[in-house]
């Protein structure tokens, strides 16, 4: 088997496969999930490995949480609930602090001409490379040894990342990366030991060439941190008196799972936009869960979906099938967000009325994202370990 083919595998791709892959490791994971998560092992099967099916979401953090909350009691499996948390968290910190996506933008305008290799690195960047995933932990090696003992751009890193990663999300790549470089928290940056290496990777390569002397190289802040509203989104579609026109993306793959699977679309488009130096795995893999997006939708609505190679594609989309409202899911931001915003523009101009949604687990949580974690944690902490409706807001 490839290892583009073994990713396939090991990642579910379509909304069934991840369904099934949460349910198994309900039954024998998620109780070891805490004391296990930190070792980096071949095969990864102490982690969920659902990270790429949340990205897209294929399942939702909310569907997630409450099959690992039904199975479990909360203090056994709040390590997991709160790694799960701190995805919708980064998310919700980067839509209320834009300037930081757009310094991240110009700083990885060029991808690395060349990664440097060593005995142990090597083993994590042809991982990264050949399948599209690396370990949350290796990933924090990784970056802490481009950072700091190479002394290299973390932007570059990140969009080295970004091109590979199976789950590359706009949120948590940046901002894991920015922590890394000792920019997140002020000061505080993260560094690769010889000593963390050796106990959390049993099967570690040589460690020779880790230089534990290194000392933290904090980069120049360049980006904009001041905080402002997160855009209003509906949760619920208005009543339409126009054709719908139905428009999915990455960032949203069971939009049938959301209150946009009441709705009667005339039309449904579906824009799978790569991004240019995307990685091999992750260009099979995003290919293959808008496949299954674009069947299951088939199936729910009773309309063909077109596939829109380019944003740009939309407006010529939306006036071949009529000039309908459009209606989406709103993309978070990153590329995609980024791809759609003129796109938007150019409908409104042409008198096309759009409207965007959000899930109402994002508009119960983003607001919460001000500070550090673990202040969103206290805030957040009781409506996901006991499930309250989330019509109950988080001040």
């Not at 805490?34 to 990205?55: E, I, K, M």
């Amino acid at each position: 088997m490839t290892d583009v083919m073994q990713a396939m595998e090991s990642f579910p791709s379509s909304r069934q496969a991840a369904l099934q892959r949460l349910e198994a490791f309900v039954q024998t994971g998620a109780a070891d999930y805490g004391r296990t998560r930190n070792f980096v092992q071949a095969g990864h099967g102490n982690v969920s490995r659902l990270s790429a099916a949340l990205r897209h979401r294929l399942v939702s953090e909310e569907e997630v949480l409450t099959a690992v909350l039904a199975g479990h009691r909360f203090p056994a499996v709040e390590k997991f609930v709160q790694e799960v948390v701190w995805r919708t968290y980064w998310k919700g910190w980067l839509e209320q602090r834009p300037g930081v996506w757009t310094d991240y933008v110009a700083l990885a305008a060029n991808p690395a001409d060349e990664v440097p290799a060593d005995a142990a690195m090597r083993v994590f960047t042809d991982e990264l490379q050949s399948g599209g995933y690396l370990h949350n932990h290796a990933r924090m090696w990784w970056a802490a040894w481009w950072c700091h003992q190479q002394g290299l751009p973390w932007a570059t890193g990140a969009r080295f990342f970004f091109d590979h990663l199976l789950d590359a999300d706009a949120a948590s790549n940046t901002l894991g990366w920015r922590w890394v470089a000792g920019l997140q928290t002020p000061g505080k940056a993260y560094l690769a030991r010889r000593d963390n290496l050796a106990k959390y990777w049993p099967d570690h390569a040589s460690l020779d060439a880790i230089d534990d002397s290194v000392r933290a190289r904090i980069p120049v802040e360049t980006a904009d941190l001041s905080r402002g509203d997160i855009p209003e989104y509906a949760e619920t579609p208005p009543a339409l008196d126009r054709p719908v026109l139905l428009l999915g993306h990455a960032d949203d793959l069971s939009i049938e799972k959301t209150p946009l699977g009441n709705l009667r679309p005339t039309a449904i488009a579906l824009v799978a936009q790569p991004g240019e130096t995307d990685g091999g795995a992750k260009r099979a893999w995003r290919s293959r869960a808008f496949d299954d997006a674009a069947t299951r939708w088939l199936q729910h609505y009773g309309q063909t979906v077109e596939r829109l190679p380019r944003w740009d594609g939309v407006e010529a989309w939306a006036t071949q099938a009529g000039s309908g409202h459009v209606v989406m899911m709103a993309p978070f931001i990153g590329p995609d967000a980024d791809a759609w915003r003129p796109v938007r523009q150019a409908l409104r101009e042409a008198g096309v009325e759009v409207t965007e949604c959000r899930r109402a687990w994002d508009q119960r949580l983003f607001p919460a994202a001000r500070a550090g974690f673990f202040p969103f944690w206290h805030k957040v902490r009781p409506l996901v370990s006991k499930r309250l409706p989330l019509a109950k807001a988080v001040d």
